[in-house]
């Protein structure tokens, strides 16, 4: 059975640092998505990450995926107030049905 | 705005009873998925419906049903509801059903979500 663990599940970031959200599964999956979630809303994406060594980045934020190792990471760089919210890792387990992490709620303060 | 509609957007009801929601995907979308978040149980996979069959099944309740109707808006049926639904339901949609070998970048776009208070 397809799980999926995110840490850490709280972080309080000042301005201007850096910081990286881990997030490893158990089993074989050919996809791993990143989203954003902000308080009552919706789930926003981020990054769906396909292979091993993939690397894509937005902004100030950076996703990569080691397949073997079976970890993603989401690295923030120069964290700003508006990145405040929670960030869900999902590993995708057949015909794409998201398995989540619990989350990692990202608090960003002067 | 990822163009997936659900309805309503509050619901408010009691134990014993049944509900539907319901969620129309995005223009083009074959694929409907249904999750639930509560404090709990974190966010969870109910079911999938690609192009108005049952294609994956994950932690759905005996009480709850879905379906995907021609037109591919689905309905998330809830009956004798207990306090332990209440929760933010959303509907997600793609455009196939993911299951292409896995090398396509299929994303899930989310609805605006549908929170439950069963009391």
């Known amino acids: 059975e397809l799980k999926v663990e995110q840490n850490p599940l709280f972080l309080s970031m000042q301005e201007g640092k850096n910081y990286t959200i881990y997030c490893n599964y158990s089993?074989?999956?050919?996809?791993l998505y990143w989203y954003r979630q902000d308080p009552g809303k919706s789930l926003e994406s981020l990054f769906v990450?396909?292979?091993?060594?993939a690397v894509k980045q937005e902004g100030r934020l950076m996703a990569s995926l080691d397949t073997k190792a079976r970890l993603s990471t989401l690295h923030i760089t120069a964290a700003v107030h508006d990145l405040s919210a929670t960030y869900f890792c999902?590993?995708?387990?057949?015909?794409?049905?998201?398995?989540f992490g619990a989350g990692t709620r990202l608090a960003v303060h002067p | 705005d990822s163009g997936v509609t659900q309805t309503p957007k509050h619901l408010i009801t009691a134990t014993g009873q049944r509900v539907t929601l319901r969620c129309s995907p995005r223009?083009?979308?074959?694929?409907v998925y249904w999750y639930q978040q509560s404090l709990d149980q974190g966010l969870q996979f109910l079911i999938q419906?690609?192009?108005?069959?049952?294609?994956a099944k994950g932690n759905i309740l005996e009480r709850f049903s879905a379906q995907q109707f021609p037109d591919l808006h689905s309905e998330l049926n809830l009956s004798s509801l207990e306090l332990g639904d209440s929760a933010l339901y959303f509907c997600a949609s793609s455009a196939e059903g993911g299951y292409t070998g896995g090398y396509l970048a299929e994303t899930q776009y989310f609805g605006p979500g549908t929170r439950l208070l069963v009391l």
């Open positions: 990450l396909l292979s091993n060594g």
């Open positions: 419906y690609y192009n108005g069959e049952e294609r």
């Open positions: 999902a590993a995708s387990g057949g015909y794409n049905k998201l398995i």
């Open positions: 089993t074989t999956s050919d996809r």
């Open positions: 223009s083009g979308d074959l694929s």
